[in-house]
């Protein structure tokens, strides 16, 4: 059951562009300033992952193994 969103503040100064579920239960939120978050714990916290690209990411698409990000500029980048 979900519970309603709480606001709160992050350092995280960028537009939510999507979301992903993996069904290793990890939460993946991107960003139009190339920003890639990551959850373990069901959203409560999250992590920046580093990584080699820049831009604005559109969408994440979760897979069996991995979850593929990509961004309005063909970037695609592949986390596991």
Excluded: C, N
């Amino acid at each position: 059951k979900h519970q309603p969103a709480l606001e709160r503040h992050s350092s995280v100064d960028t537009s939510l562009e999507a979301l992903t579920f993996h069904p290793d239960g990890r939460v993946i939120v991107v960003g139009s300033r190339g920003d890639v978050l990551e959850s373990r714990d069901d959203g409560r916290t999250f992590t920046r992952l580093e990584h080699p690209f820049g831009g604005i990411y559109r969408g994440a698409l979760a897979m069996p193994d991995h979850v593929l990000v990509y961004g309005s500029r063909w970037q695609v980048l592949r986390i596991r």
